[in-house]
């Protein structure tokens, strides 16, 4: 139980309510013990100062042989505690028990008593606990003698024992109450620390439909929050993942079955001339729409696992943007799509991978080709600022649904237009821009067309910097 949480917490609260107890009540009762053996030996040195005080005044014209019964009697029915008369050599004149009663003490309060000073002894004799009081006994300002007032003490140790017992009893309700309360309290955390455990157990086996009820707003509470986050995340992902598949097997079937179709034509032969061209021609370009579609599976592979890299060189911005531009014009022609490219004045070269900013600005124009209708506009636009450069690729296309603009760029997702591709491009482009310390934003709405934002560190107020990397 104890390798639980719920063990430990409850632990902790039950030693920590012993030591409390047992400290505590240490305390309290030593403090109770020295309370009332502070005020019995107050007693006894205030009756054995009034005893000398008595003697010097009023019986001290005698010897202290004489008058020390006198001086017993006195204070007979005044005080409980037994009183000793004793000469200035120690001898024992009078006693409150009898003559015949020896006292059984040491001597060292006595000592200081007829020494002139007022003396205390705590102890044990005959096996009973007292406290003994000397004070000297005066005559014409000499020691006479001296008296001892004495008092057991085994009623305030029998006290003691019932307190010692009481409190013990209380001290152990304590301690089962402080545990059982621990125990509830170590519930309420080990109860949604044992179903976040159970949940995260289900997740990794694939239940990704799975959910743990909130019970607290703390941080277990916030981890359950995160849990169900998580959890729908990567059901939502899982999903885009099979939707990708199909339609990644879709869009490679298609391609295979026109090439396999023609192979079996040509094989058959009785073909014109035109139609071989043709046949031949198809598979050219079927080819290299599957070439294109498993390059772009290798490059989403090697950004899943981190091992994509820039061959970064010295480049000159504006000519990259003008040889992308010259290579798509041909094509937004062929579409009624009217292409323009307006870069500033003076650009200055960028420290980049000239290859992967083709990829991403090729995967924008043909997104923006896809979705912007004929006699439609594209542009491509480039600025320099401060610290940074930005290439704008903007359409009078369709647009994108509020709803799914902040998922657009993740990968696997397709959107629901019918011309949404593999769900990797933009993903690719947002990896790139990244690795190149920039970013990459999409700004849409339905019928106002969208506008792709890429920000690439480096402007007009740094230098090119180093010529290439590898």
């Keep these: 139980m104890l390798q639980s949480i719920r063990g430990r917490l409850a632990g902790t609260y039950l030693i920590l309510a012993l030591l409390v107890a047992v400290i505590?009540?240490?305390?309290?009762?030593?403090?109770?013990?020295?309370?009332?053996?502070?005020?019995?030996?107050?007693?006894?040195?205030?009756?054995?100062?009034?005893?000398?005080?008595?003697?010097?005044?009023?019986?001290?014209?005698?010897?202290?042989?004489?008058e020390a019964p006198a001086l017993l009697e006195g204070f007979t029915g005044i005080t409980a505690a037994r009183m000793q008369v004793f000469n200035a050599d120690g001898a024992v004149l009078a006693d409150s028990l009898g003559a015949a009663a020896e006292p059984d003490l040491p001597a060292d309060d006595l000592k200081r008593a007829l020494a002139g000073e007022v003396s205390s002894w705590q102890g044990k004799t005959g096996g009973e606990p007292v406290l003994a009081v000397s004070a000297p006994l005066k005559r014409e300002g000499a020691v006479a003698g001296a008296v001892r007032c004495l008092s057991s003490l085994e009623p305030l140790e029998k006290m003691i024992r019932g307190l010692?017992?009481?409190?013990?009893?209380?001290?152990?309700?304590?301690?089962?109450?402080?545990?059982?309360?621990?125990?509830?309290?170590?519930?309420?955390?080990a109860g949604p620390v044992e179903e976040l455990t159970a949940a995260a157990a289900k997740i990794a086996g694939g239940d990704l439909t799975v959910r743990v009820r909130k019970r607290y707003e703390d941080e277990v509470g916030r981890l359950a929050d995160t849990l169900n986050h998580m959890a729908g995340e990567l059901g939502r992902l899982e999903r885009l993942k099979n939707e990708f598949i199909s339609s990644i097997s879709h869009e490679l079937r298609t391609p295979l079955t026109s090439i396999k179709g023609w192979v079996v034509t040509l094989q058959q032969g009785n073909l014109s001339g035109e139609e071989k061209e043709r046949g031949l021609q198809i598979i050219h370009q079927e080819t290299d729409r599957l070439t294109g579609m498993v390059e772009e599976l290798l490059d989403f592979s090697r950004l899943q696992s981190g091992t994509m890299t820039l061959h970064r060189k010295e480049t000159d911005?504006?000519?990259?943007?003008?040889?992308?531009?010259?290579?798509?014009?041909?094509?937004?022609?062929?579409l009624g799509l009217n292409l323009t490219l307006?870069?500033?004045?003076?650009?200055?070269?960028?420290?980049?991978?000239?290859?992967?900013?083709?990829?991403?600005?090729?995967?924008?124009?043909?997104?923006?080709?896809?979705?912007?209708?004929?006699?439609?506009?594209?542009?491509?636009?480039?600025?320099?600022?401060?610290?940074?450069?930005?290439?704008?690729?903007?359409?009078?296309?369709?647009?994108?649904?509020?709803g799914e603009l902040p998922l657009v760029g993740e990968r696997f997702y397709q959107g629901r237009a019918a011309k949404s591709g593999s769900g990797l491009g933009l993903a690719l482009c947002k990896e790139i821009a990244r690795q190149h310390g920039g970013t990459l934003t999409i700004e849409s709405s339905p019928g106002a067309g969208t506008t792709v934002c890429v920000r690439l560190p480096g402007g007009k107020g740094e230098k090119a910097g180093r010529k290439s990397e590898k």
């Design 24 to 66: 505590g009540e240490a305390l309290f009762l030593i403090g109770v013990r020295q309370y009332y053996l502070a005020n019995i030996r107050e007693i006894l040195e205030q009756q054995a100062r009034l005893a000398g005080s008595f003697y010097e005044q009023y019986l001290g014209k005698e010897q202290i042989e004489r």
């Design 164 to 189: 010692y017992l009481w409190f013990f009893l209380l001290g152990a309700g304590a301690v089962v109450l402080v545990a059982s309360i621990g125990l509830l309290l170590a519930g309420t955390i």
């Design 317 to 334: 911005l504006g000519q990259l943007l003008a040889d992308v531009v010259a290579q798509m014009l041909p094509r937004a022609r062929r």
């Design 342 to 402: 307006h870069p500033a004045a003076g650009l200055k070269p960028l420290v980049v991978d000239p290859d992967r900013l083709k990829q991403v600005l090729i995967n924008l124009l043909d997104n923006s080709f896809k979705f912007t209708p004929a006699e439609g506009k594209v542009e491509v636009k480039a600025i320099q600022e401060r610290n940074e450069t930005i290439i704008r690729v903007s359409d009078t296309g369709c647009g994108i649904l509020p």
